[in-house]
C-alpha cells in the first residue's frame, strides 16, 4: 500500500511539474497572438497605398491574345533581334534569374556595357514609364528601342530587321496569326513583345495579405511592413508594384554618390530633358522580387540588400535605421518575391 501511494504521489508531482512548465509556453504564444492581432489592426488601415497584382497587365491599345504572346515569347528569346545575332532580350532580362542578369551594367550586341543596371522585366508591365529615365511610356514602346541601340542589339533600322525576319518561315505564319492581314512590321514586333511582357506577373503572399488573409505574412514581415510605412518609404514605393509610378529625385537629403560609391556621377532623366529640375531624377524602381533583383540603383552600385534599404533611408529621408527595422524591412521585402509559369522562362521551339 505504501508502494503504491508513493507512485500515486509521483505521478501527481509530474502532472503538476508539467502543468507548470507548459505555462510559461502557452503565455508567450498568447504574447505573439496579442503582438501580431495589434500590428494588424495598426496595419490595415493604411494598406490604402498599395493594390493587390492583377495576373496580366492589361492594355486596351494592344489586346492581349494567345497569339500575340506566342509571338512575343519566340521573339524575346530569339538571337536575330541583335545585329550579331549574339544577344536577344533574354541575355540582359534573364526569365530564369527573375528577369535580371544579376550585373551591375549588361554588355551589348559587341560585348560593351551599357551605363545603368538592366531592371527587371517581371511586373514591368505594371509601371506607368519604362526605362530608368521614363523616356517610354509602355513595355510596347521600350522593346523596340534596344533593338535599335548601338551599343545594345545594334539592328541599324527597323527596315534592316523587318527583312530579317521575314526570311524566316515560321515567323510569317506567327505574325499573320497575331495580326491578320498585317503581316511582319516593326511595330508588330513591339506589340507581340509588349504583349509577352504583359504576361509576365508575380503575384506574392504580400497580395494574399493584401487580400484579407492574416496568416500569408509572418510576425517578423508584419514588423517590416509596419516600419515600412511608419519610416515613410511609402512616399515613393506605393501602387500595385510598390514603385515604378513616378519619378523621384534619388539624393533627397543626401548626395547618392557618397553612399553608393557610384564610379560615376549620372544626371537621370536630366540627360533626356535637359531640364534642370530633372537633375538627378530617376524613375522609381518596383520593389517586387526586390531580394533577387540584385544588384540594386540604377548604376547596380550595391549589391547587398540590407545595404541598400539603409541606403535609401539615409538619402531619401534623413533617417537611419536601428539593426531590428532593417531585419524586418528586409523580412517584409522578401515577401514580395512571385514567379512567373514555367513554359515562359524556356525559348519555344519554332
Known amino acids: 500500500m505504501k508502494k503504491f501511494n508513493l507512485i500515486i504521489a509521483a505521478i501527481s508531482a509530474a502532472v503538476i511539474l508539467n502543468s507548470c512548465s507548459s505555462q510559461p509556453e502557452q503565455k508567450q504564444e498568447t504574447n505573439t497572438e496579442n503582438e501580431e492581432a495589434k500590428i494588424d489592426a495598426e496595419i490595415k488601415p493604411r494598406l490604402s497605398v498599395f493594390a493587390t497584382s492583377p495576373t496580366v497587365a492589361e492594355n486596351p491599345e494592344n489586346p492581349i491574345t494567345d497569339a500575340k504572346v506566342k509571338l512575343g515569347h519566340a521573339l524575346y528569346f530569339d538571337t536575330r533581334l541583335s545585329k550579331e545575332g549574339k544577344i536577344s532580350c533574354n541575355s540582359c532580362h534573364n526569365l530564369e534569374t527573375f528577369g535580371v542578369d544579376n550585373l551591375p551594367t549588361s554588355p551589348g550586341d559587341a560585348g560593351k ?51 530579317r525576319l521575314s526570311s524566316v518561315p515560321e515567323y510569317k505564319k506567327l ?69 515604378g509610378n513616378m519619378m523621384q529625385k534619388f539624393g533627397v537629403h543626401r548626395e547618392y554618390w557618397t553612399l553608393t560609391d ?13 531640364q534642370e529640375g530633372d537633375k538627378y531624377m530617376f524613375k522609381v524602381p518596383s520593389l517586387r522580387n526586390i531580394e533577387k533583383t540584385h544588384p540594386y540603383f540604377h548604376d547596380g552600385s550595391v549589391a547587398d540588400l540590407k545595404k541598400a534599404i539603409q541606403i535609401m533611408a539615409v538619402a531619401q529621408l534623413s533617417y537611419r535605421m536601428s539593426p531590428e527595422e532593417l531585419n524586418s524591412v528586409e523580412a517584409f521585402l522578401k515577401s514580395l518575391t512571385g514567379d512567373i509559369s514555367a513554359e515562359y522562362k524556356k525559348a519555344p521551339a519554332l
Open 113 to 163: 556595357n551599357g551605363d545603368r543596371n538592366s531592371p527587371t522585366v517581371l511586373n514591368a508591365a505594371l509601371h506607368t514609364t519604362q526605362f530608368w529615365d521614363s523616356r517610354a511610356k509602355d513595355v510596347e514602346e521600350q522593346a523596340g528601342m534596344p533593338v535599335l541601340n548601338p551599343v545594345e542589339m545594334e539592328i541599324p533600322d527597323e527596315a534592316f530587321l523587318v527583312k
Open 175 to 243: 505574325f499573320n496569326d497575331a495580326f491578320p492581314g498585317k503581316g511582319i512590321t516593326y511595330e508588330n514586333m513591339r506589340k507581340a513583345i509588349g504583349a509577352f511582357e504583359r504576361k509576365l506577373i508575380t503575384p506574392s503572399r504580400f497580395d494574399k495579405y493584401l487580400g484579407g488573409d492574416n496568416t500569408a505574412l509572418t510576425l517578423e514581415e508584419k514588423k517590416g511592413l509596419n516600419s515600412f510605412i511608419k519610416i515613410g518609404c511609402t512616399t515613393c514605393h506605393t501602387g500595385v508594384a510598390l514603385g
Open 262 to 274: 557610384s564610379k560615376k556621377i549620372d544626371e537621370g532623366r536630366f540627360a533626356v530633358t535637359k
